[in-house]
């Protein structure tokens, strides 16, 4: 289902791996049908118009999945018809996907409440303010049983191959990646590239500054003493900022940041475990292994299997 002022891109990203699928695989695996509003023609975000599709009121609950593309930030909407159909869909076992506003549409209808579910970073603070059952995350895709959401973009993409490979095997999956000439799939926990001032919303100027410190001293960690000393403010002041801004402390927050760096490194280079350690400042290939399987639950080695 297609709503004025969506965008052209994420709508093709979600759209075109299911009919590269259906090329390479030499058979109809997805068929396609388009709903419109009353049936109406849409213009996209870039005032291009898309035709009028089948009115949504006619949608039916033997669909398999209904992808929402709408804008984002979504407008104020009365559309009560509209939100109470997502509603019998999505009780009747209907797979529902937001793209873009997609998710704010499905947050409305409150087919996301108790779900993990993502949408563009520009809207998270509002989004959780409005919708409070919803368990937001800031990963590029979420794919909780039969809710999948994404960032919007080319994260509709990622998240439509993954779902490509689940239903269809991996091997399939990598040639319609090579057929779109990516260089790789990201994988749904991998974040939105938010900027850090976004991320922390009002927090001080002094957090944002430790913040930044940490991600330019990833290879050689400084202490919170010497991050304190850095910012002209006490150890203790620093991590009451981190408890209340981040519900960490600073050393746990500074820890997470170079595991996850230690992980982009696994998935996207060919670097030895132990160099790695070294570039995220471990000082032992042990003592990497083990905190990278506390956090993350698998080895360095088991990463890259």
């Known amino acids: 289902m297609t709503l004025p002022g969506f965008s052209l891109l994420a709508q ?15 058979q109809r695996l997805y068929r396609l049908q388009a709903f419109t509003a009353a049936g109406k023609e849409v213009a996209s975000m870039a005032d291009i118009s898309q035709a009028a599709g089948t009115p949504f009121e006619l949608a039916s609950s033997e669909l398999d999945m209904l992808i929402v593309c709408a804008p984002s930030p979504l407008p104020a909407m009365h559309e009560h018809a509209l939100l109470g159909h997502l509603r019998l869909l999505g009780r009747s076992g209907v797979v529902l996907v937001g793209v873009g506003g997609g998710t704010e549409l499905l947050a409305r209808a409150g087919m996301l409440d108790g779900y993990r579910a993502t949408l563009p970073w520009q809207r998270f603070a509002a989004f959780t303010r409005a919708f409070p059952r919803v368990r937001l995350t800031q990963q ?25 490979a689940s239903h269809h095997g991996s091997e399939l999956a990598e040639r319609v990646s090579e057929h779109f000439v990516l260089e790789r799939v990201r994988m749904a926990d991998e974040p939105q590239q938010v900027p850090l001032r976004s991320r922390l919303g009002h927090a001080p100027a002094s957090l944002v500054d430790a913040v930044m410190l940490m991600e330019a001293n990833i290879e050689e960690p400084l202490t919170t003493h010497e991050l304190a000393e850095h910012l002209g403010i006490s150890r203790r002041q620093l991590e009451r900022l981190f408890k209340k801004y981040l519900q960490a402390v600073p050393g746990r927050y500074y820890l997470d940041l170079r595991l ?4 982009r490194l696994l998935r996207e280079s060919d670097l030895p475990a132990g160099e790695i350690a070294m570039k995220t400042g471990f000082s032992s290939p042990a003592h990497f292994s083990t905190a990278y399987r506390n956090h993350f639950g698998v080895t360095p080695r088991e990463e890259r299997l």
């Not at 979420?142 to 191959?161: F, K, S």
């Open 12 to 26: 093709a990203c979600a759209l075109e791996p299911l009919m590269v699928v259906n090329q390479l695989a030499g």
């Open 140 to 164: 590029l895709f979420e794919i909780d049983r039969d809710r999948l959401t994404c960032g919007g973009g080319t994260a509709a993409m990622d998240m439509m191959m993954t779902l490509i």
């Open 260 to 263: 996850k760096e230690a992980r």
